[in-house]
């Protein structure tokens, strides 16, 4: 993720990078002139110097020749040596070239003329020193004729350079003033970019947050093409967002569980007589069946007297497994009595199972719904098995017949949790009038990691299965 500081510094950086550079081609353009004017400069300061150097030295010399006194001599001598540094100079700041080395040789014979004219004056011979000096003379001549065509060929070389050197730095003052352009085309460019980024984002984010504020929490997440801060911003918008819709959505699940609870209170107030009159009078029924020696009668009528005096109880109440266990094995004992070796009722239950809490009547309108739905219309072999088991930090529940199954369609219709199941509880044969949905309401009511699951083939039996945490104890 680049972050907009980042992209910032970035930009600024190539900015003063293409400064720097466009800053430092044209200085060293500049400095190039400059180098090759003070070349030339000391190229000609240095002919001229020897030229002049010449013409002292030969001078020196004429004196000498008329008054040939040691103070004549030294000041010859002087001058002489002078022109050799220049020459030894030259020599070393001009390249090697046929020019130069007949420029030095004309030197060197101005020299050797005049050493020989010295001698001529020391030996009083006047021939020789007449004849060198004469030679001197001419080739002094010649050094400065040769000067002047040295300064003339440099000046048309320094010309032709000056003319090169002119047209690179129009050359470099064209490609500093295309890259003044480009950055500043692209500055805007991206000042157009960095700022469209910018705003669009917040624009969406705006819009966004408009619709929420109306109330409408399920509209498209925010999505956004760069990586930087922004995105975090809408990343954790869209997520508040979800976040908001999900808390809408269990505060009005909890208040449709909260209204079906009070629809069922008042459906079973509406249901219920006076329970001390029904009790009683069962009770007084159980009796009289006993004393007359209807033994199975009165069981009977005694589970029936338990069944009736539990189902009409707080439904609010939770209860423990026990107690659901309890309750079943009383429904089944009337059920056997109905269909006899019909059914068979089979139970696995670990009985360190028995304390997990639960809510009331959990187990009997699952069971109701295995008689009704799955093995009632069965002639003979049905079976329903009851299983309590636990499993690491939970306890589950299987609920099995062999009965005649259900499609899966029938199965994702009472898992579905919408307002359409909530109405079909009250099916026609229940003792409870609490259907499966009612229950899977309630379970997950009870304990938000309640979880209900159906397995089911035509023909081949269900298996209800409820995952309940283990915490909870009674």
Not at 114 to 119: A, F, G, H, I
Request: charged share 25%; proline share 1%; with cysteine.
């Amino acid at each position: 993720m680049i972050k907009i500081r980042t992209k910032l510094l970035i930009y600024f950086t190539a900015i003063l990078l293409l400064v720097v550079i466009l800053f430092f081609v044209r200085e060293q353009s500049a400095q190039q002139i400059v180098e090759l004017h003070d070349e030339s400069s000391e190229h000609y300061f240095l002919l001229n110097e020897i030229t002049n150097t010449t013409d002292q030295t030969y001078q020196s010399l004429q004196i000498y020749v008329h008054e040939p006194i040691e103070e004549n001599l030294n000041y010859y001598q002087e001058d002489k040596a002078e022109l050799e540094e220049l020459q030894k100079q030259y020599d070393v700041a001009t390249e090697d070239s046929v020019s130069k080395q007949n420029y030095l040789n004309l030197i060197r014979s101005f020299v050797e003329h005049s050493d020989q004219t010295v001698n001529g004056v020391n030996q009083d011979d006047v021939e020789a020193y007449s004849f060198s000096l004469n030679e001197a003379d001419n080739t002094a001549t010649y050094i400065h004729e040769k000067t002047l065509e040295l300064i003339n060929q440099k000046l048309t070389q320094y010309q032709t350079l000056i003319a090169l050197e002119d047209q690179r730095v129009q050359d470099t003052k064209n490609m500093g003033t295309a890259i003044f352009v480009s950055i500043i085309m692209l500055s805007i460019l991206y000042a157009l970019w960095f700022s469209n980024g910018i705003t669009k984002v917040i624009d969406r984010l705006t819009s966004a947050a408009k619709e929420i504020s109306k109330g409408n929490y399920a509209g498209e997440d925010v999505v956004v093409s760069q990586k930087d801060e922004l995105k975090i911003l809408t990343d954790t918008f869209n997520q508040m967002k979800r976040n908001i819709l999900q808390s809408v959505s269990d505060i009005e699940e909890k208040a449709r569980l909260a209204q079906l609870l009070k629809e069922m209170e008042l459906k079973s107030l509406q249901n219920q007589i006076n329970p001390h009159f029904l009790f009683n009078t069962l009770n007084t029924i159980s009796k009289t069946s006993y004393i007359e020696g209807a033994e199975r009668t009165s069981d009977l009528i005694s589970s029936v007297s338990a069944l009736l005096r539990y189902n009409i109880g707080d439904l609010e109440r939770d209860t423990s497994l026990k107690d659901e266990v309890r309750i079943v094995n009383e429904y089944f004992f009337i059920q056997k009595t109905r269909f006899g070796d019909r059914v068979t009722f089979h139970q696995e239950i670990e009985e360190e199972c028995l304390s997990v809490a639960i809510p009331c009547l959990t187990l009997q309108p699952i069971i109701e719904n295995a008689f009704m739905h799955g093995i009632e219309e069965m002639a003979e072999g049905a079976e329903i098995t009851l299983k309590i088991y636990p499993k690491q930090e939970d306890v589950y529940i299987e609920i099995i017949d062999n009965g005649v199954g259900m499609e899966q369609t029938a199965i994702d219709r009472l898992l579905r949790d919408d307002q359409s199941n909530v109405n079909q509880s009250g099916n026609k044969g229940h003792s409870t009038g609490i259907g499966m949905r009612n229950v899977i309401d309630r379970l997950k009511l009870f304990a938000k990691d309640a979880q209900v699951s159906i397995f089911s083939q035509v023909g081949k039996g269900t298996k209800v299965m409820i995952k309940l945490p283990k915490g909870e104890t009674l």
